[in-house]
């Protein structure tokens, strides 16, 4: 086709090449497993000069007009917006969306769907299922939430992007986001949005509950706030809000890098010129520690050498971010 030379192809189901020259009109289709119809084909095509000149110009306009790069990516880019639409920009959106990262959490998802709606009227949940092998993205559908659900396993900053990235995509510029496995702290969400609303400045609010730290773990805080020049008193704290700038930088190819949301989300945060605002919050519901970089040594050892190093590397660099 590129060569102007008319094409005479099997008409085989299923394959890309029939398809090609009936869409260009390059040229002949011969039926599947048919040696009669080949031997007519080719003389047909031999003895017709103006069947030749007309298929193989088509071809080289069906080359320009369909095939290369440029029609190629704008066919594919109109395909991927039919399937999700939800990608195309929206108008900015003024209510709140809470974003729920889940994996296997059918005891608790439909509690925290529900505080949700009842403590934050108006709100829209969106729960991202993270491949939950029981009833959790269910239990989330019937309870009226959105549900995710990604093709791959993901770290719960991973989860927790995707939501932010489906909140951007709907226009929404503000956004709660709440880990499931500490699903007590649902119940604070209207403290948490009267502490926001009294800081308008704050790009990045984070909560803070005092009682739920161990010794070990306040002194890793003190660790970082020594390299970072941080003021918080928790790092890895996912029950947060996030503002227009917040997201922006949140789903970011950078902060895609990132495998926690913490020393280095911040670092990032602070590299962009945001204001993170720390939240203390009271904690007035049971509640068990399931943070899951500290359930073993290994993974706190892990963690503690991946945020070290990040915080050496970026940490006193600063910008012109004020941490409240």
């Known amino acids: 086709m590129m060569h102007g030379r008319p094409c005479v192809v099997t008409d085989l189901p299923g394959s890309g090449m029939p398809w090609i020259v009936a869409q260009a009109r390059s040229g002949l289709r011969v039926p599947y497993e048919d040696v009669h119809a080949w031997r007519s084909y080719i003389a047909r095509m031999q003895h017709d000069p103006e069947l030749r000149r007309r298929t193989g110009e088509a071809g080289i306009q069906a080359i320009r007009r369909m095939f290369s790069i440029g029609p190629c990516e704008r066919e594919i880019n109109r395909y991927y917006r039919g399937l999700a639409p939800e990608s195309a920009p929206s108008a900015a959106h003024s209510g709140l969306m809470v974003v729920v990262s889940a994996r296997n959490q059918e005891d608790h998802i439909a509690h925290i769907i529900r505080r949700a709606m009842q403590l934050a009227p108006g709100a829209k949940v ?57 699903y007590y ?51 890895v704290s996912g029950f947060r809000v996030y503002r227009r700038k917040a997201i922006d930088v949140a789903i970011s190819s950078e902060a895609t890098l990132l495998d926690y949301q913490d020393v280095g989300a911040f670092l990032l945060m602070r590299s962009y010129g945001l204001r993170i605002s720390e939240v203390p919050l009271q904690m007035h519901t049971a509640k068990q520690d399931s943070s899951g970089i500290f359930r073993s040594w290994a993974k706190a050892i892990r963690y503690f050498a991946i945020s070290t190093l990040m915080a050496l590397a970026h940490g006193r660099k600063r910008a012109a971010t004020t941490i409240q």
């Open 126 to 182: 969106v729960v991202v299922d993270n491949r939950s092998t029981d009833a959790t993205g269910h239990l989330a559908e019937v309870n009226n939430a959105v549900v995710l659900r990604p093709l791959l396993a993901m770290t719960t900053w991973g989860t927790l992007q995707t939501g932010l990235r489906y909140a951007k995509a709907h226009g929404y510029e503000t956004v709660v986001t709440i880990d499931a496995d500490s």
């Open 185 to 235: 702290e649902v119940e604070e969400l209207p403290a948490l949005l009267q502490a926001v609303k009294l800081n308008p400045t704050a790009d990045l609010s984070v909560a803070f509950f005092a009682s739920q730290h161990s010794v070990v773990r306040r002194m890793a805080w003190q660790w970082y706030r020594l390299l970072t020049g941080f003021d918080l008193q928790d790092f």
